[in-house]
């Protein structure tokens, strides 16, 4: 049985599920993002336990095809954007399509009526995201993590976190710097 997990975007969530299922005495297979496979079916009681116990954390066990359809897309983007270093084969609609084994078309549709939000916008803000951090880390340069993101070239990168942001990557990293200088003086 398959228990759908909303909120669940990290390696923590991950593991907050893994003990949350011990403690309660019921035995797992896998957990992965926004989900986890249980050995056994588990009753109404222990559906509730399991809920209650979740929600402490600030996840949610889902019931409604569409929710979890749609928190399936976001865990999709999420492993891809934050987790994966693979380059896509394919165009990411492609991907998405072959991964939950839905048309693409009716994936857009209820993302977007669901969230406000259009997967390409989402999917946008979660590499924005994570090129922040990349930033942040210091640890590569803005040609170095355009390649990581999957970006065509350094320029485009430029172009979508300056629409995102409204500040070009190297300013975005200044501003980072003093505000830790700024930090560091207190």
Sequence with gaps: MILYIKNMVCLRCKMVVKEELTKLG?????????????????????????????????????????????QKIKNV?????????????????????????????????????????????????????????????NELNLTEIAYRMHYSSVAHLSAQFKKVTGLTPSHFKQLKGKRRSMLDEM
């Design 26 to 70: 019921i035995h797992f297979t896998t957990v992965e993002l926004g989900e986890a496979e249980v050995v056994e079916d588990i009753s109404a009681e222990q559906h509730d336990q399991i809920k209650a116990a979740l929600l402490k954390s600030g996840l949610e066990l889902m019931d409604d095809k569409k929710s979890i359809l749609i």
């Design 77 to 137: 983007i999420i492993e891809s954007v934050h987790y994966s270093q693979e380059p896509l084969t394919v165009n990411f609609s492609e991907y998405l399509s072959q991964k939950l084994n839905y048309d693409y078309t009716y994936l857009a549709n209820l993302f977007s009526e669901v969230q406000g939000i259009t997967i390409e916008k989402f999917l946008i803000a979660h590499k924005i995201e994570r090129v922040k951090e990349l930033l942040v880390y």
